[in-house]
């Protein structure tokens, strides 16, 4: 007589915990979140910070003297507030309730903004009535822009033969929409010096 033999009990299914599936969901959504950013959004688009306008006074004059000079930077203290109020002769006049004075930065030719940013220029041309350094007859600085593929002008224009007539104020306002560097450059031949009298623009994220 043969005898009865047990059925094996079946193992237990092993289930991953619930921490485990959690963790591998949060770890998909954060390669997602990597990849959308990284591959879909476009780096111009993907800075993360809140847009300012910016407000930079310049004092344009032969570079053997210090060239272009960014003197102050302001940003206004509301996106809805207007902008100081300019004149062409004595500047733009900025009070504390329109505007909060930022630090200068490291590079005193330097103009700095986020994607997003909106940027004011207030630039000054000045002579230093040195007849053996400044070409005689100089009748101001001029003012221009090598590249404007990452910028949009949205306020003024480049000043009409590029000259900015010593004793006046010149401003523009262009809105930043994508990253870059660029150089903006006097184009009224001032000096021996001119070809240096030059300043970089930067459109980064953050700064």
């Keep these: 007589m043969s005898t009865p033999t047990n059925p094996q009990t079946p193992s237990p299914k092993k289930h991953m915990p619930a921490v485990g599936i959690i963790g591998l969901v949060l770890i998909a959504a954060a390669l997602g979140s990597v990849y959308y950013t990284q591959f879909v ?15 930079y006074i310049m004092q344009a004059i032969i570079h053997e003297r210090g060239g272009f000079q960014v003197q102050a930077v302001y940003k206004l203290n509301s996106t809805a507030a207007p902008l100081p109020p300019f ?10 309730r329109n505007a909060t004075q930022l630090a200068p930065l490291p590079d005193p030719s330097l103009v700095f903004g ?36 990452f910028i949009s002008i949205t306020n ?6 590029n000259l900015i007539n010593f004793g006046n104020w010149y401003t523009v306002s262009f809105q930043i929409v994508g990253q870059g560097t660029t150089k903006y450059r006097c184009t009224q031949t001032c000096s021996n010096e001119h070809p ?3 300043g970089d623009l930067r459109a980064g994220c953050g700064g």
């Excluded at 003024?156 to 033969?161: F, M, R, V």
């Design 87 to 96: 004149s062409n002769v004595t500047g733009p006049k900025i009070t504390s």
């Design 114 to 149: 986020s994607v997003g940013d909106t940027i004011t220029l207030y630039i000054h041309p000045v002579s230093t009535n040195e007849s053996t350094v400044q070409l005689p007859g100089l009748q101001g600085h001029g003012y221009d822009i090598d590249s404007k593929s």
């Design 41 to 55: 959004v476009s780096h111009s688009t993907a800075c993360l910070v809140v847009p300012e306008h910016r407000l």
């Design 196 to 198: 240096q009298m030059n």
């Design 156 to 161: 003024s224009t480049i000043p009409k033969s």
